[in-house]
């Protein structure tokens, strides 16, 4: 079976595309397999043919948009291997994390979802991966390795940094209407402040940094992977 049946059946992906636009709007506990099979425009029987059940509808539909986070940074990384100094990568997960609407409902609040995205405790894990915080965590290491993080601080404190950094910037970030003014390009202002803090004082090579690249992507690669697997096993098998 194919992993991302939407690529092979235009019924698969209207309703994948009707059941997102029915959970933003309405909601996980109100929307209802009949909704989402009346705007796709398919018999209720169809939608069944490709999930076993809502729940596992729309855990496939957020491991889609998780995977669609992913290969964006891969994708870029791949691109432009300098994409992995701390400075640049910073303001890229940020900015990329914030086109997911889905996982913005969660954060927002919906219980709901949240609760059916954390029933499994592999599926929880994985998702918490994926989080800019957790990335960072994963790929600071191997930055670290390489001479792309300061040697003059332990690694932990470094962590723990970039995960309060960008918390804040986050939070400040996806509501703007409560940030200080006077700030035209905020997401310079996150560069600067991770540069400052995390970035040795010397330049790494360019050998250095396109090691640190290949090795953070194989890192990113087995979390797409996990994140395929959970869509494919969300799945009907038949199909």
């Not at 990329?96 to 954060?107: D, F, I």
């Not at 940094?209 to 996990?226: G, N, S, Y």
Request: charged share 20%; with cysteine; glycine share 6%.
């Amino acid at each position: 079976m194919s992993q991302l049946i939407e690529r092979h059946s235009r019924k698969a992906a209207r309703i994948l595309d009707s059941a997102r636009e029915l959970v933003l709007d309405h909601g996980v506990r109100k929307v209802t397999v009949s909704e989402i099979a009346r705007a796709a425009g398919v018999g209720k029987g169809t939608v069944y043919l490709y999930w076993p059940a809502k729940e596992d509808l729309i855990l496939g539909l957020f491991a889609r948009e998780l995977l669609t986070f992913m290969d964006e940074i891969t994708t870029r990384i791949t691109a432009d291997p300098a994409t992995v100094l701390p400075h640049r990568l910073a303001p890229l997960l940020i900015r990329t994390g914030q086109r997911l609407p889905l996982a913005g409902r969660a954060q927002s609040g919906d219980t709901d979802l949240l609760r059916l995205l954390t029933q499994q405790v592999g599926d929880r894990e994985l998702f918490a991966r994926t989080t800019p915080s957790a990335l960072c965590e994963t790929g600071l290491p191997i930055l670290h390795r390489h001479g792309l993080i300061r040697h003059d601080r332990p690694l932990p404190d470094l962590t723990y940094t970039v995960h309060a950094v960008l918390t804040g910037f986050g939070a400040a970030l996806s509501d703007p209407a409560t940030a200080p003014l006077g700030v035209n390009d905020p997401d310079q202002v996150l560069a600067d402040t991770v540069a400052q803090l995390l970035e040795p004082p010397v330049a790494p090579s360019e050998p250095a940094i396109a090691a640190a690249a290949e090795e953070t992507l194989v890192a990113l690669r087995e979390i797409q992977e996990a994140m395929l697997d959970l869509i494919n096993r969300s799945q009907v098998a038949t199909q």
